[in-house]
T-cell receptor, first 110, second 115 residues
Framework: GDSVTQMEGPVTLSEEAFLTINCTYT??????LFWYVQYPGEGLQLLLK?????DKGSNKGFEATYRKETTSFHLEKGSVQVSDSAVYFC?????????FGKGTRLHILP | DAGVIQSPRHEVTEMGQEVTLRCKPI?????LFWYRQTMMRGLELLIY????????DSGMPEDRFSAKMPNASFSTLKIQPSEPRDSAVYFC?????????????FGEGSRLTVL
């Protein structure tokens, strides 16, 4: 079945460092891809999305590009802030179901 | 506008007791999802409904778990009898079924502890 694999955390970086969180997927069709973020004590919220190959989603300085040839959707940010500390989930949507990766916890040190 | 509303936010119960978690989706949304989050297994889809009808319950762990959606504005997830391994955060989420690329809106979760 469809699945999402993302790098295990926690990831610890200093403020202003470059961030990459890897995500790969398996799907039988042509899914839409998402990154969600979860702050402590809250539910998940959408960070960005891409609906077809080569699309780039972006929001709040984060970016991810839908790479069909490598079945990947890596999350990047050029300069992270302490406020970016959270858990990040890669997800795919094919049909009605939305499948999430296990999440990557990110710690940003001041 | 109110988001997805879940209750209770926290529940502590003893093994063998019945647990009922509640969810009110965003008005106008016709797809509702129940997820379970644990450190070991991450975020697991338990069941989802379209237009109040259960579509896929293959993620429900076992017969102790049941979910209902009697109307468009209310859903319950019931565990009877509860066991310590059911301890987790349970999330409800909703969206408009007609937009499969659209955002899924989550509630704040119900943290369940079974002693």
């Amino acid at each position: 079945g469809d699945s999402v694999t993302q790098m295990e955390g926690p990831v610890t970086l200093s403020e202003e460092a470059f961030l990459t969180i890897n995500c790969t997927y398996t799907a039988t069709g042509y899914p839409s891809l998402f990154w969600y973020v979860q702050y402590p004590g809250e539910g998940l919220q959408l960070l960005l999305k891409a609906t077809k190959a080569d699309d780039k989603g972006s929001n709040k300085g984060f970016e991810a590009t839908y790479r069909k040839e490598t079945t990947s959707f890596h999350l990047e940010k050029g300069s992270v802030q302490v406020s970016d500390s959270a858990v990040y989930f890669c997800a795919l949507s094919e049909g009605d179901k939305i499948i999430f990766g296990k999440g990557t916890r990110l710690h940003i040190l001041p | 506008d109110a988001g997805v509303i879940q209750s209770p936010r926290h529940e502590v119960t003893e093994m063998g007791q019945e647990v009922t978690l509640r969810c009110k989706p965003i008005s106008g949304h016709n797809s509702l999802f129940w997820y379970r989050q644990t450190m070991m297994r991450g975020l697991e889809l338990l069941i989802y409904f379209n237009n109040n009808v259960p579509i896929d319950d293959s993620g429900m762990p076992e017969d102790r778990f049941s979910a209902k959606m009697p109307n468009a504005s209310f859903s319950t997830l019931k565990i009877q009898p509860s066991e310590p391994r059911d301890s987790a955060v349970y999330f409800c989420a909703s969206r408009w079924q007609g937009d499969r690329t659209g955002e899924l809106f989550f509630g704040e979760g119900s943290r369940l502890t079974v002693l």
